[in-house]
């Protein structure tokens, strides 16, 4: 069994103002850091070109219209503060959305072990209603959903360890019993959600805030006695990673101390879980990650973790 590795040429032509963080040549630099000998056992593929109909498992339809319509022939477009649309986003957008799919159906129906979406503009900020933080469409949200209506998945899990929260798949799962969110994230910090006492209708939202400073022993620590006993609990048919690296040390828009052992040790303990709760199913999709050196160097780590299984 093997890993799948989902890319796509125009998530770098998703262009955004200059100076952004969430740059083409984050792309560039996971890339680059997965053409290593190490990775020759990777299978890769090219992402699928998503759709409104599976976007619209998560978003309402005419709000994905308006995304649609919102693409510009030239320049850059603002769709809030820090989200802009250029005419190639669109298609970078749509191919992550279809990567995140593929990926659920290729591991749903066991042709691989496991898969990593490398793609961008990342989507855990993607509300049903709302594009927000460099984020327009959630692909983790859509995976999830897309294995529950096409795979039979009743229970879907989605750990998110970028180190700012994930408001919209908070947002979208809010009152779905179905799906367990669970989230460590740095606090206080943009979007300002993600407090423990939000826990959602049913109790399958699951925050674990940690605190500016924090490293590896507060992450593990929350990790180990907090969000793996729940998605243990809640045994699911499918995990997914929302995997953001900009909880790393060197990240600029974050202070939380993690390095790359630390995404290779929570990618092993969740490889765990899917062991023993659904036949190792497990899709992970790239979110933030703003230092090219500590996002590639943890992406690496996290990969490699995955290809160990
Ligand atoms: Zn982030």
Sequence with gaps: MTTLLITHPSSLRHETPEGHPERPDRIRAVEAA??????????????????LDQVVLCHPRDFAERIVAAAPRDGLVRIDDDTTMSPGTLEAVLHAVGGAVQAVDEVMTGQVANAFCAMRPPGHHAESVKAMGFCFFNQAAIAARHAQRHHGAQRVAIIDWDVHHGNGTQEIFWDDASVLYASTHEMPLYPGTGAASERGEHGTIVNTPLQAGDGSEAFREAMETVLLPRIVDFSPDLLIISAGFDAHWRDPLANLNLSEPDFAWATQKLMDIADRSCRGRLVSILEGGYDLEGLSRSAAAHVLALMRG
Excluded: M, P, V, W
């Design 34 to 51: 997965l053409e290593d000998e190490r990775f020759s056992g990777l299978i890769r593929e090219s992402a699928a070109l998503g759709t």
